[in-house]
């Protein structure tokens, strides 16, 4: 009898523990910014929707034109050209300046 009592306890407690181990992890890292809603919201004024170019140049293939860096120092200083200008500051945080700019890069 003691050791079927004793299996029961073991067996409750290796339940509740698993169960206990089902809880979501609150210790990771938020996700970066967004990259695409980021160019929804910040460059297709300029840009268009579909990074096809309006008041600013097409982007839908940038990144067979640039480099990922390329693009970065493009955002953060602005550029003046016969293609049009781009304002610096469009964006100013690092993280979103980076991310926009690996999106961008990958569209060839």
């Known amino acids: 009898m003691k050791k079927l009592v004793t299996a029961v306890l073991m067996l409750a407690v290796v339940i509740g523990l698993s ?3 089902n809880k979501a992890d609150n210790t990771t890292a938020p996700a970066g910014p967004n ?12 840009h268009g929707q579909n990074l ?5 140049p097409k982007l839908n293939d940038i990144g067979a034109r640039l480099t990922k860096d390329d693009i970065a120092k493009v955002i953060k200083d602005g ?6 200008v781009m304002p ?3 964006l100013t945080k690092q993280d979103e300046i980076d991310a926009v700019a ?5 569209k060839k």
């Not at 550029?79 to 049009?84: C, E």
């Open 19 to 21: 169960a206990c181990g």
């Open 79 to 84: 550029k003046t050209g016969n293609i049009g």
């Open 52 to 56: 096809e170019g309006v008041i600013g």
């Open 88 to 90: 610096p500051g469009s």
């Open 102 to 106: 690996e999106y961008l890069a990958a």
């Open 35 to 46: 990259a695409e809603a980021i160019v929804k919201t910040k460059c297709a004024t300029c």
